[in-house]
């Protein structure tokens, strides 16, 4: 007779492989590191360039190059470069980030020949067209406004500008900024940035010696750009702790967002405050999880995390909850964090997140391009695969006592900056 | 090509293996052939709601994430108005802890209190969340009524109101287990590090065993053939006018589905596409514009919705989408457009191979429209669709006696 109420046997996760890969060089000098992995016949490049020249009174030229890049080149009109790329079934993204702006094409391989040509002439050429640039500023500054009204946005950015301050990490965007947005500024960045020297390329896919030739006949002959750049550099000091409340009489949910700044991936500690982190909300049975959303129904969700930027790392809580509970909500905040500060993790509990944080790590590696992402995580970490080694063994090793100690020393809640956007 | 073996259990369950060895990962995900539509009119929401409470603990296993987590794994779940899917990832060595929680949660659950009481209280914000504290949240509770008379697909799966979300009892919620949860009308499928006679073995160990229950027979009042135009206005505190129109548009098995799927591409897919250069760029009559369908297994919307320009009066705004729609009922598509929204199709179901979940999940929906094999063939079915077809679509879509138009503008307007 099965015995339903007895869990079937099960095994540690042991054997966690990653796919390393392959360094070229194209010949204009930008490295190519290639995952050359998988069953189908596509293919993701990525091209990824540092942010450059950081100007706090003109926080949106990265952003409006990054979006504005395949509206238009000296050969190619905006309509001719998506007639193309839709064309030939492929998909041209551009993605802004904090450190670092990524173009990004995702194309079936048959196709490659075609639609790389395209891309050359939007990193070469480009430029920006007054009419492109004022559709942009127009629908922006109105999905900004949209943005503006939501509760979760509000409490993300101002969280972010109290840690961060005027920089690419925390800037306060308004809809002015768009305004101030012009062609000439627009140029000069681009020439700036987008240049060999500041560019790296990360491939996934199938990849092999025939493709390469082709991504290196197209994109590896001499650049346009080569104005001089100075790569992105901060430091920084919490510039607001305490709270902050942004009252909105009408909200029927509050946004609730607090941290501080922390530690980044190279530093010694980070792995173990993972860990920390998964305990406390970074999973669906989480602390916060369990206690906020399954116990008390305050929330449809919770979460916690660490981020890893270059020049900072951070942690943050962040909620949505209903109005008339976001005092208690926030009281069993502080009393779960203040448990893990003076209580030692139950061995099964710890055991439970060490699996979770294991599978997980295993479930991360299912394709190509996740072992891309992989890569990159620590490559623009300035670490190599030895991070993941010590990541895996600090998630199998680490005491009770440790985390204990980490919550100490990192989960300051007196200094966190605590944001709430709604009603309290 | 997503290779698949299938096999029927004898109290109905409906099992499919698809084995991908480039994975040390598996994927057990289960799909209940029950959504929103199968609710009644007074108690809309549970099925959605009855998905959490499937996470509150089975007739033997007190908690359902626990033990998953415990051998590294994660699960999931969505509700949509046709069907309820769940899935749990985990490394594949441990594969049997999943068939263990699913059989159990399909066998009985435990039926706590205190769990319906908290998850009433979850999807209460989930609701405010997603619906009411959100600019423009509440479009498809007005929308969807507007556009449907009769058919439940007139209220969305998060319900009609808070109200009959706060009002729902156990009687209710064990009786929509005993009418909906039973092998019969489920299709699991188990994909990724997984040999077929393993999976063969488990599921008669776990699943075998489960009482085969009663078919469900679906009988849902049909919608009428809408004869005349349908208009609404709504005033919110939203910064932007924004304008939603929507006409019917085949059933998902309907052999006219792909040709409505690329004519809505080639309105909107991409940057391309007719809807973005003539409304945005060259009129800029909308900051954000966008059609498409909504993938309903019975009758469902082709929809057209944007944000306007600031200064654009709503009927230019109108207007200009209906040129777009004439456009296309008065012509053909050019061979380059056709060939063009053929060749992202393509794409975009190969780049979905890329994701053992997808995979799954995807085989077990078409298994629910008749056949997993049609996962490998529904490329075809997009091929073969011809410019004259979409002209034809439009011309038997695109009239004002079967549109429903809202428009959602902001209170200042008033």
């Known amino acids: 007779m099965l015995n339903r109420t007895l869990a079937p046997e099960s095994k540690l996760v042991d054997e966690i492989s990653f796919i390393e890969p392959l360094k070229q060089v194209l010949d204009n000098g930008i490295p190519v590191f290639t995952i050359n992995a998988g069953k189908q016949e596509l293919v993701r490049i990525e091209f990824i360039f540092e942010n450059v020249n950081w100007n706090a009174s003109k926080p949106l030229e990265a952003i409006a190059v990054s979006h504005l890049i395949n509206n238009g080149t000296s050969t190619l009109s905006a309509k001719e470069i998506a007639d193309k790329v839709d064309y030939y079934g492929a998909f041209l993204q551009t993605e802004y980030g904090a450190d670092q702006t990524c173009i990004k094409l995702y194309t079936l391989n048959k196709h490659l020949q075609s639609v790389l040509p395209i891309l050359r002439s939007i990193l070469n050429e480009s430029i920006f067209p007054e009419q492109e640039l004022a559709i942009f500023i127009q629908n922006q500054k109105q999905s900004l406004q949209v943005s503006l009204q939501k509760n979760d946005f509000l409490a993300r950015k101002s969280f972010a500008n109290a840690l961060f301050g005027e920089t690419p990490y925390g800037s306060n965007i308004q809809p002015s900024h768009y305004d101030d947005l012009k062609r000439e500024d627009l ?9 060999p020297k500041n560019c790296t390329v990360f491939v996934a896919g199938k990849f092999e010696e025939a493709e390469f030739n082709i991504l290196n006949s197209i994109i590896g002959k001499d650049w346009d750009n080569d104005a001089p750049s100075i790569t992105n550099k901060f430091s920084f000091t919490s510039i607001h702790q305490g709270e902050i409340f942004v009252e909105k009489p009408d909200a029927i949910q509050s946004a609730i967002r607090m941290g501080a700044l922390a530690i980044t991936r190279n530093h010694p500690d980070f792995p173990g405050f993972q860990v920390l982190n998964c305990l ?44 008339d509970v976001c005092s208690n909500t926030l009281a069993e905040i502080e009393k779960e964090i203040s448990i893990l500060k003076t209580d030692l ?40 695969y030895s991070y993941y080694e010590n990541y895996i063994k600090t998630v199998k090793s680490i005491t009770a006592g440790n985390l204990k100690n980490l919550a100490n020393k990192y989960l300051n809640t007196d200094s966190f900056t605590k944001v709430v956007v709604g009603k309290k | 090509m997503v290779d698949f073996n299938r096999f029927t259990l004898a109290n109905g369950l409906r099992v499919l293996v698809h ?62 108005n046709d069907i309820t899917n769940y899935y749990i990832t985990l490394p594949a060595v441990n594969i049997e802890t999943a068939f263990w929680l699913e059989s159990d949660r399909m066998l009985s659950l435990a039926f706590s209190e205190k769990s319906l009481e908290t998850q009433r209280n979850v999807v209460c914000e989930e609701f405010k969340q997603r619906y009411l504290n959100q600019p423009y949240g ?4 007005k929308l969807r009524p507007l ?69 469900y027979l679906r009988d849902l009042p049909q919608e009428p053939v809408q004869t005349a135009e349908r208009r609404e206005v709504v005033r919110a505190d939203v910064p932007l006018n924004a304008i939603y129109i929507a006409f019917k548009m085949p059933a998902r098995n309907d052999n006219a589905y792909q040709t409505y799927d690329l004519m809505s591409d080639v309105l909107s897919q991409g940057q391309s596409s007719r809807l973005y250069n003539s409304l945005l760029k060259d009129q800029q009559l909308f900051s954000d514009v966008h059609a498409y369908i909504t993938s309903s297994i019975d009758e469902g919307l082709f929809v057209i919705e944007g944000k306007l320009v600031e200064g654009v009066s709503i009927e230019t705004a109108e207007a200009a989408i209906w040129a777009e729609l004439n456009k296309l009922v008065e012509a053909e598509v050019t061979d380059v457009e056709i060939t063009k929204v053929k060749n992202k199709s393509e794409s975009i179901m190969v780049f979905a191979e890329m994701s053992l979940l ?41 009239k004002k006696e079967q549109c429903s138009t809202l428009h959602y503008l902001t209170a200042q307007d008033a």
Do not use: C
């Open chain 1, 187 to 195: 140029l000069n960045y681009f020439k700036a940035a987008y240049k």
């Open chain 2, 138 to 141: 509440d479009v498809w509770l």
């Open chain 2, 358 to 398: 997808d995979k799954a999940m995807n085989l077990a929906y078409y298994e629910l429209l008749g056949d997993a094999d049609g996962l490998n063939t529904e490329i075809n079915k997009y091929l073969a669709v011809t410019p004259a077809a979409i002209q034809q679509a439009a011309k038997a879509t695109f």
């Open chain 2, 147 to 215: 556009a449907y008379s009769t058919h439940p697909y007139r209220w969305a799966t998060i319900g009609q109101d808070l109200k009959q979300i706060e009002d729902a009892k156990m009687e209710d919620v064990k009786a929509f287990f005993q009418k909906h949860y039973n092998p019969k009308n489920a299709i699991m499928v188990v994909g990724g590090n997984v040999k077929t006679e393993d999976v063969r073995a488990l599921a008669e160990k776990w699943f075998a065993p489960i009482p085969a229950g009663e078919r």
């Open chain 2, 19 to 80: 084995e991908d060895d480039t994975t040390p990962m598996a994927v057990l995900n289960i799909l209940y052939d029950v959504g929103a539509r199968d609710e009644e009119r007074d108690k809309t929401g549970f099925a959605h709601l009855f998905e959490h409470l499937m996470f509150g603990g089975s007739v033997n296993i007190p908690s359902y994430d626990e033990p998953l987590q415990r051998v590294g794994g994660e699960n999931n779940a969505f509700t949509s």
């Open chain 1, 345 to 384: 993790v139950q061995d099964g509990e710890l055991a439970l997140v060490r699996n979770y944080m294991l599978g997980s790590m295993l479930g991360s590696l299912e394709n190509a391009f996740s072992h891309a992402d992989k890569f990159k995580n620590v490559y623009f970490s300035g670490l190599d």
């Open chain 1, 280 to 323: 406390l909300g970074g999973y669906f049975g989480s602390r916060l999880m369990a206690n906020i959303r399954e116990d008390k129904g305050y929330t449809y969700g919770i979460g916690s995390a660490v981020a890893s930027l270059k020049d900072a790392g951070y942690f943050f809580i962040a909620t949505e909850v209903g109005v």
